[in-house]
């Protein structure tokens, strides 16, 4: 199988991911010591916070708490900040559910205001319309620092600063440009940030977190055991402890660990550069084909994705042909951001997605090449 889903998961790991987990389990499963408040080599919840404190460039590794994935970090942070009757919010049209979904439940049930700004043609969203969508009851501003549908990528340093300026929080979606796109919290300022394991930094599924700048009042979701300070009544607001209710995800924590570690040791911009190499292939072999439109574009995009339609044929028919007939895994429809598909043209139906990894050889991206070029002389082209 060709797998070019690596922005919904990724596949394969690095053997250090596997070699990683696989260590993990042939030991006792001993319980993580979860302080957090000193730095023990063999801790590896400490561990993997380092490194992400690292790939961040977050100064205080213990502002990083490890969640489910980026949509328990979404909830956690956009429900945890007191939003209320009377607060509005600004979050835009390039969001995926993870950001929509716990917005939309806080407009309805709580009469939170909220406004989604629309995107370009080429999917980006200026900071200068999320300035003008601010109002004097804005609490915070909600983005996707990268489309996980186009690639388009939002300045958040820009955005930060507009944020601030009105008083507002900046909450930040880094689920697809973790591990893709450099992020740097400090010097942009960054609220909170969520970013999830199993996609770009290597993880398993079931494993990700949230940055939390010091000083937030932020409400955690779950309450409960730590395994520390068990003859307090209330959970101990020490971080990371304050979030980190229940007994931890440590296979996803040690394969998270591993998995950063591989991306800071090969270096973010050699992985991502295989990528962006794939997509533009990808786009100057069919860029002059009328009978396709490319949804990639622009000078602000990651390039890690080749998100395309061919006309005649809906997402889900060019993604059944390359399954059925190539062998080729990609991913087609929503993508679980409606918003952004109407500002393309092409909502209800969506698109195809093919996200290749660094791993993904040449003869891969010839077979695509190949697939696409037939699939579109056998099904569309009107030959003369
Ligand atoms: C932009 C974006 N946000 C949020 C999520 C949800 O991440 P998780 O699977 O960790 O809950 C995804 C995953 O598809 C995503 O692409």
């Given at each position: 199988m060709i797998y070019f889903n690596n922005a919904a998961t990724s596949y394969p790991k690095p053997k250090e991911v596997f070699e990683a987990v696989n260590e993990y389990f042939n030991a006792p499963t001993c319980h993580s010591?979860?302080?957090?408040?000193e730095v023990d080599p063999d801790d590896k919840a400490s561990n993997a916070r380092q490194k992400l404190a690292r790939l961040f460039n977050?100064?205080?590794?213990?502002?990083i708490v490890f969640t489910s994935g980026s949509t328990e970090a979404l909830n956690l942070a956009i429900n945890g900040?007191?939003?209320?009757?009377?607060s509005h919010v600004v979050s835009t049209a390039i969001e995926h559910n993870s950001v929509i979904r716990p917005l939309k439940h806080l407009e309805r049930d709580e009469g939170v205001e909220v406004d989604f700004v629309l995107c370009d043609e080429y999917t980006y969203v200026e900071p200068s319309k999320i300035e003008e969508a601010?109002?004097?009851?804005?609490?915070a501003v909600v983005v996707n620092?990268?489309?996980?549908?186009?690639g388009s990528i939002l300045d958040l340093e820009a955005i930060s600063s507009i944020a601030h300026k009105h008083g507002a929080l900046i909450i930040v979606d880094a689920s697809q440009s973790a591990g893709n796109i450099p992020i740097d919290v400090k010097s942009w300022d960054i609220d909170l940030l969520s970013f999830t394991g199993?996609?770009?930094?290597y993880g398993i599924q079931g494993i990700g977190g949230l940055y939390l700048k010091k000083g937030l009042n932020v409400k955690p979701l779950k309450v409960g055991?730590?395994?520390?300070?068990?003859?307090?009544?209330?959970?101990?607001?020490e971080m990371p402890l304050y979030y980190e209710a229940g007994t931890p995800n440590m296979p996803g924590i040690v394969s998270l660990d591993a998995g950063v570690g591989y991306i800071l040791e090969k270096g973010i911009d050699v992985l991502r550069q295989k990528k962006v190499d794939i997509v533009k292939t990808f786009i100057n072999e069919f860029?002059?084909?009328?009978?396709i439109d490319i949804y990639?574009?622009?000078?602000?995009?990651?390039?890690v994705n080749f998100c395309f339609n061919i006309r005649g044929m809906v997402p889900e028919e060019v993604g059944y042909v390359l399954d059925s007939s190539y062998d080729i895994t990609v991913r087609t429809g929503?993508?679980?951001?409606?918003?952004?598909l109407k500002p393309l043209g092409v909502y209800p139906w969506g698109t195809v997605r093919v996200s290749p990894s660094s791993f993904t050889v040449d003869s891969e991206v010839d077979k695509f090449i190949e697939a696409i070029k037939e699939t579109v002389k056998t099904f569309v082209r009107k030959e003369k």
């Open positions: 010591a979860r302080t957090g408040l977050v100064d205080d590794f213990n502002q900040i007191g939003l209320k009757k009377g601010i109002k004097p009851n804005t609490k620092h990268s489309s996980n549908v186009t199993h996609k770009s930094l055991g730590t395994g520390l300070k068990s003859e307090v009544l209330t959970q101990p607001t860029k002059d084909y009328p009978e990639t574009r622009g000078d602000r995009n990651s390039y929503l993508h679980c951001a409606p918003m952004i």
